[in-house]
């Protein structure tokens, strides 16, 4: 490589919970460096998961957990040209890759939901994806779906 590898930053941890997966998720889903307006979302979709599975002897922030480890997924597809033709070779992800594509998919997917607020519409979605359904949910049976059906073209991995 010519350039040299960048550091990776440090994420502070939420000052509700002290999680660093907290902080990630909030990154994520500000806009425009509104940091506090996606804190307030993030922690006000929470007490709405908390209100809507009093049944459920976990927290909402356990809830939310198993919600973001049911949507990452393991294997993902990457184009790889070979002789004029193009592959959909199968590879796994990094680690930090998985957390980031589960996350991503769990905030696009609560986005393109239909509901009054952020909070609701995010709340909606990781109750779903707790449940396994939901829009993240499927697209990461989806991509495993894919990986499987190009599984032939596995010996193209780099």
């Known amino acids: 490589m010519r350039k040299a590898k960048p550091k990776k930053r440090i994420v502070l941890p939420d000052p509700v919970f002290g ?11 500000m806009y425009d460096g509104k940091k506090s307006i996606s804190y307030k979302i993030f ?14 002897e976990k927290s909402p922030l356990e809830i939310w957990k ?7 997924p393991q294997v993902e597809v990457k184009s790889r ?15 930090d890759r998985k957390e980031s ?7 696009n997917y609560a986005r393109k939901r239909g509901g009054k607020t952020m909070a609701d519409k995010l709340a909606a ?19 495993h779906r894919m990986a499987e059906a190009n599984r032939a073209f596995a010996h193209f991995r780099f």
Not at 45 to 56: H, R, T, Y
Not at 66 to 72: H, R
Not at 101 to 107: F, R, Y
């Open 19 to 29: 999680d660093q997966k907290v902080s990630k998720f909030v990154n994520h889903l």
């Open 101 to 107: 594509v589960s996350m991503k998919n769990l905030i």
């Open 81 to 95: 040209r070979i002789g004029g033709a193009t592959f959909q070779v199968p590879t796994e992800i990094r680690p």
């Open 125 to 143: 979605e990781i109750m779903d994806a707790f449940n396994e359904q939901g829009g993240a949910f499927k697209r990461k049976e989806d991509m």
């Open 43 to 56: 922690y006000s979709a929470l007490e709405i998961v908390g209100q809507k599975m009093k049944d459920q």
């Open 66 to 72: 198993t919600a973001l480890e049911k949507v990452t």
